[in-house]
């Protein structure tokens, strides 16, 4: 929703108010917002329950007892807060996150001045909460306004009975409170309602603050609560667009009131559509409905599928001559449904249609998970961050982002950036990674009331095309039945309110997933070769795989050594110290990671190291995206894990949490080239004597057909010195398809160690199209296996000795292993295994 800000000063400032007698002409904006963010905040710790105990909500609205306060920041979290005052150190450096757990034993209270200087006679004047982790108390002038828990849903309460107006300084000054309880401990007790704040990405601190916006908002006795443009596509072009209104009468009587609403082009230009219609509005609130015909209507499109056209939405609301309110926002014309994925048995193998069609065209989903926030602590995160970052996603070809379990619903202007990139988005609505949730109904009813809120406020954005319910909640889940009943009554709850396909959870495929129902193959989380690493080499892996569509595919990899030095202490680089394995470094993973890719684990120094890990990971995701694309339509859609990282990490991201593209998103990049030459082939691995074999495959999501087409293929050998060149005439690429072109071989008796392969795809008038290259090794697939098997078996140990999370293991002065101990306080302790 966009709303006219008013620019108010920092200590005296006027709030205006459209009063009973003044018209506002449409187009002017008569709901007035006073925006309070920024440091204008001040906060303190206090021991749980000694806040009100010891009288802060009393303090005298004029006082200047909190300037001595802590300075603060809203929108932001209580961390950053803390960091940026010196009292703690960065969390996101070495080991901080332990250092900081105290702060989350105690409450802490913000508060901030305002001046009212005008008079709210005859006004309703609302403080709203945009966002509040995960539980808070607010008061204004020593009156409590009241509670509220869930870190996703916002919240107001009227204030016009308690603001101090007046012309004068002192007597015009005004004081909000808020108490932010210490944070929920327990995920499972506040589930979707909380970001998990655990997971091999992150160590046990739970965020938690005021995290979005706090506004004053002045509107007359009526006021529009909710604006949806729902819109339906007519077989003449034309769209149904329908006004799905809530308003609110605060007045004691029934009102007569007039709509005015306006439509016209945002990103695109059109004349403007009008309608006026009237309605009486009762006491208390109100649901309304009016539909507008747009005729020859511009649609929202992927961008890979047509135009993202967007509309811009005016609404005004007037009694006789008398503005009372006035809301702005953005929509696109789009439908989207689901159908059956070709080569699955409805009941049998799946239970859900996995394929997107937007517009009636098959969307296959390019993605990645979001991974985000693009941080953590939300006070180090800015709008230019997500800009940046909806940017890089449209240059490394995705046409979606997937936002899953473990991390929470975006803020608005992330929709609002992949509305206009035309980027789709597939979400989990509400965070549910953990399958233990309460059982009791009223704790039932707040999560679904957190859901809905969700989407409600985000339904408005043609971005969101997809709604899921859980992440690998049935993985854990102790009650199969009981989880699978929550996850359909979540869906009916969601479905209510926005008509999008919704699938219970992912993957599905689990034993707790079956004992519920579910099938065999609904979809696969690729992550096998990750966690079970030495069972197969990738390509092994990622040939065995057969499924609908693939939520997330999991490769790790290490930032560079550039963003490690912002995060790790200097004398843990290399080799590497604690504070590796304490950002999710796995490494006995990543050089067994490497040496699949390069058949060695490439730990020979720091940036050798790094290097490896971000290209093996590139190459593991190339050949696994490539596979999965040449299964199309049979397979729908992918979803690497992940696209950014919310912390400093050794995990998944492409990108780290410095916004910087590791170089794994380059292969990401090619990989997901809507148009796509590539080369099929059963193993990396080939020996000098036999024949490299392969299968010239181009892959097209784009609706336009390519006529004539030439594939040129370039072999060479480990000195970059061509041994065989092939041209071939391949003729009409055709829109929407996946296509094998023709088989291919080479005489690999001049390679030694590796051997390379070029791409290039050229139209009919010869210019380049697409482009691909790969590397291959020579060596015994069969004895390279046996190999990496063995060195899995190794791992295992270790592994099962000391437990997956526990990052001592890489370390034998903090295990006693190896007769090592650690009994200096200078010592810094080093990883086995590198040099």
């Known amino acids: 929703?966009?709303?006219?800000?008013?620019?108010?000063?920092?200590?005296?400032?006027?709030?205006?108010?459209?009063?009973?007698?003044?018209?506002?002409?449409?187009?002017?904006?008569?709901?007035?917002?006073?925006?309070?963010?920024?440091?204008?905040?001040?906060?303190?710790?206090?021991?749980?329950?000694?806040?009100?105990?010891?009288?802060?909500?009393?303090?005298?609205?004029?006082?200047?007892?909190?300037?001595?306060?802590?300075?603060?920041?809203?929108?932001?979290?209580?961390?950053?807060?803390?960091?940026?005052?010196?009292?703690?150190?960065?969390?996101?450096?070495?080991?901080?996150?332990?250092?900081?757990?105290?702060?989350?034993?105690?409450?802490?209270?913000?508060?901030?001045?305002?001046?009212?200087?005008?008079?709210?006679?005859?006004?309703?004047?609302?403080?709203?909460?945009?966002?509040?982790?995960?539980?808070?108390?607010?008061?204004?002038?020593?009156?409590?306004?009241?509670?509220?828990?869930?870190?996703?849903?916002?919240?107001?309460?009227?204030?016009?009975?308690?603001?101090r107006v007046s012309k004068k300084r002192l007597a015009s000054t005004n004081m909000i409170l808020?108490?932010?309880?210490?944070?929920?401990?327990?995920?499972?007790?506040?589930?979707?309602?909380?970001?998990?704040?655990?997971?091999?990405?992150?160590?046990?601190?739970?965020?938690?603050?005021?995290?979005?916006?706090?506004k004053m908002i002045s509107t007359g006795k009526v006021s529009i609560e909710d604006v949806y443009a729902n819109n339906k596509i007519n077989d003449d072009g034309s769209a149904d667009v329908k006004l799905e209104l809530e308003v609110k009468n605060a007045d004691h009587h029934p009102?007569?009131?007039?709509?005015?609403?306006?439509?016209?082009?945002?990103?695109?230009?059109?004349?403007?559509?009008?309608?006026?219609?009237?309605?009486?509005?009762?006491?208390?609130?109100?649901?309304?409905?009016?539909?507008?015909?747009?005729?020859?209507?511009?649609?929202?499109?992927?961008?890979?599928?047509?135009?993202?056209?967007?509309?811009?939405?005016?609404?005004?609301?007037?009694?006789?001559?008398?503005?009372?309110?006035?809301?702005?926002?953005?929509?696109?014309?789009?439908?989207?449904?689901?159908?059956?994925?070709?080569?699955?048995?409805?009941?049998?193998d799946v239970s859900f249609p996995r394929s997107t069609y937007i517009n009636d065209k098959f969307h296959f989903i390019r993605s990645a998970c979001w991974g985000g926030p693009p941080d953590v602590f939300v006070g180090r995160t800015n709008d230019e961050e997500y800009r940046k970052l909806i940017r890089m996603a449209k240059e490394a070809n995705m046409n979606n982002i997937r936002i899953f379990g473990w991390h929470p619903p975006e803020i608005d202007l992330f929709y609002q950036l992949c509305d206009e990139a035309g980027i789709t988005v597939w979400q989990d609505i509400i965070p549910l990674g953990t399958g233990n949730i309460p059982k009791e109904r009223e704790k039932i009813d707040l999560i679904m009331n957190e859901a809905v809120s969700v989407i409600k406020a985000r339904r408005g954005h043609p971005s969101l095309i997809m709604m899921e319910g859980g992440e690998e909640m049935l993985l854990?889940?102790?009650?199969?039945?009981?989880?699978?009943?929550?996850?359909?009554?979540?869906?009916?709850?969601?479905?209510?309110?926005?008509?999008?396909?919704?699938?219970?959870?992912?993957?599905?495929?689990?034993?707790?997933?079956?004992?519920?129902?579910?099938?065999?193959?609904?979809?696969?989380?690729?992550?096998?070769?990750?966690?079970?690493?030495g069972r197969e080499l990738h390509e092994d892996w990622l040939l065995s795989l057969d499924y609908p569509i693939v939520p997330e595919f999991a490769i790790t990899s290490v930032p560079s050594v550039e963003s490690l030095k912002k995060f790790i202490p200097e004398d843990e680089l290399w080799p590497p110290g604690l504070s590796w394995g304490h950002h999710w470094a796995d490494l006995d993973r990543l050089k067994m990671q490497n040496w699949d890719v390069f058949n060695d684990a490439k730990s020979g120094s720091l940036e050798e190291f790094v290097n490896a890990t971000q290209d093996a990971q590139g190459i593991i995701f190339q050949n696994g995206i490539e596979i999965f694309r040449r299964s199309k339509p049979k397979l729908s859609g992918i979803a690497l894990c992940h696209y950014i990282t919310y912390w400093p990490d050794m995990k998944w991201g492409i990108v780290d949490n410095y916004q910087q593209p590791k170089r794994s998103y380059d292969f990401v990049k090619k990989a997901y080239q809507p148009l796509l030459i590539n080369l099929a082939f059963e193993k990396r691995r080939w020996k000098a004597e036999e024949?490299?074999?392969?299968?010239?495959?181009?892959?097209?999501?784009?609706?336009?057909?390519?006529?004539n087409c030439v594939a040129e293929l370039v072999f060479k050998n480990d000195k970059g010195k061509v041994i065989k060149r092939e041209i071939q005439s391949i003729g009409n690429i055709e829109e929407n398809s996946a296509e094998k072109f023709f088989d291919t071989d080479v005489d690999l008796s001049k390679v030694k160690e590796k051997f390379y392969v070029e791409l290039t795809l050229k139209n009919s008038k010869g210019e380049v199209v697409s482009t691909n290259d790969y590397f291959f090794l020579i060596g015994d697939q069969q004895e390279a296996t046996k190999y990496f098997n063995q060195w899995g078996r190794e791992r295992g140990k270790g592994v099962r000795k000391y437990s997956y999370p526990n990052y001592y293991r890489f370390f034998d002065e903090m295990?006693?292993?190896?007769?090592?101990?650690?009994?200096?306080?200078?010592?810094?302790?080093?990883?086995?295994?590198?040099?």
Not at 13 to 28: M, S
Not at 302 to 328: A, I, M, Q, R, V
Not at 503 to 512: F, N, Q
Request: with cysteine; charged share 25%.
């Open 1 to 163: 929703m966009r709303m006219i800000v008013m620019m108010m000063g920092l200590l005296v400032c006027n709030l205006v108010i459209a009063q009973p007698n003044t018209e506002v002409p449409h187009g002017e904006n008569s709901e007035l917002v006073r925006d309070f963010s920024g440091f204008k905040w001040k906060m303190k710790m206090m021991l749980p329950g000694q806040g009100v105990k010891m009288g802060l909500p009393q303090i005298p609205p004029e006082d200047i007892e909190e300037h001595v306060w802590n300075i603060a920041r809203v929108p932001g979290d209580v961390y950053t807060d803390l960091w940026k005052a010196g009292a703690i150190e960065d969390p996101y450096f070495g080991r901080n996150t332990v250092k900081a757990q105290w702060v989350q034993h105690y409450e802490w209270w913000y508060s901030h001045q305002f001046n009212v200087t005008e008079s709210v006679e005859g006004q309703i004047v609302k403080l709203l909460f945009e966002g509040v982790d995960f539980s808070c108390d607010v008061w204004l002038n020593g009156h409590h306004l009241g509670r509220h828990e869930g870190a996703f849903s916002s919240f107001s309460f009227e204030v016009q009975d308690y603001l």
């Open 178 to 214: 808020v108490k932010l309880d210490p944070p929920p401990q327990v995920n499972a007790l506040v589930a979707g309602r909380k970001t998990p704040w655990f997971g091999d990405y992150w160590r046990d601190l739970a965020p938690f603050g005021i995290t979005k916006p706090v």
């Open 255 to 348: 009102k007569e009131m007039t709509f005015i609403a306006t439509i016209e082009g945002y990103n695109f230009n059109s004349k403007v559509q009008k309608i006026e219609f009237n309605k009486k509005v009762n006491p208390g609130v109100n649901r309304i409905s009016e539909t507008m015909i747009v005729k020859d209507a511009k649609l929202w499109w992927p961008w890979d599928l047509g135009d993202p056209n967007l509309y811009k939405l005016k609404l005004s609301l007037k009694e006789d001559k008398l503005n009372h309110d006035f809301k702005e926002t953005t929509f696109g014309i789009r439908e989207v449904t689901s159908r059956w994925n070709p080569g699955f048995v409805k009941d049998v």
């Open 476 to 533: 854990r889940t102790r009650d199969a039945h009981f989880g699978r009943a929550f996850l359909e009554e979540l869906g009916d709850s969601l479905t209510t309110y926005a008509d999008l396909p919704y699938v219970p959870d992912s993957p599905l495929t689990c034993e707790v997933s079956r004992e519920a129902g579910f099938k065999p193959k609904e979809a696969v989380h690729a992550l096998r070769y990750f966690y079970g690493m």
């Open 691 to 707: 024949s490299f074999k392969g299968e010239l495959w181009v892959v097209n999501d784009l609706y336009e057909a390519y006529p």
């Open 815 to 835: 295990t006693g292993e190896n007769g090592k101990s650690l009994d200096s306080k200078v010592q810094t302790p080093r990883a086995i295994g590198f040099k």
